[in-house]
């Protein structure tokens, strides 16, 4: 098994807990792991990165001005965790995630992200 070659399917609306475990498995990896939890955490910049590099581009915007890797991981949760359950509501996963996308649009490229 070669690690460096290590990949994982991007983040869409209907792969979190499989996304979700894989990139928890890549942050102890690399031992950014604390990043996910910590904003201060000095490997922060290269977990929020892994983050966003992992994602599909629609879910991108969502997170991309969070500045942090728990932030991040935060909102993707908060969105996505609750469809990751076993019959989960997928139409209404992308009501929420057009919702958001909606948002993003019409706020432009400097919008703030809370």
Sequence with gaps: ME???FTVEK???TNYALWSTKIQLFMKLKGWHAALKDE???DDDKAFSAIALSVD???LPLISGLGSAS????KLEEIYAAYA???ADF???AEEQAKYE???ATAGPDMEHQ
């Excluded at 932030?71 to 935060?74: E, Q």
Aim: proline fraction near 4%; charge should be neutral.
């Design 40 to 42: 201060k955490s000095p």
């Design 57 to 59: 581009n629609s879910i």
């Design 91 to 93: 139409d209404k996963l």
């Design 71 to 74: 932030a991040a991981w935060k």
């Design 102 to 104: 909606a948002v993003i």
């Design 85 to 87: 359950e076993e019959g």
């Design 3 to 5: 690690l460096d070659k």
């Design 11 to 13: 983040l869409n609306s």
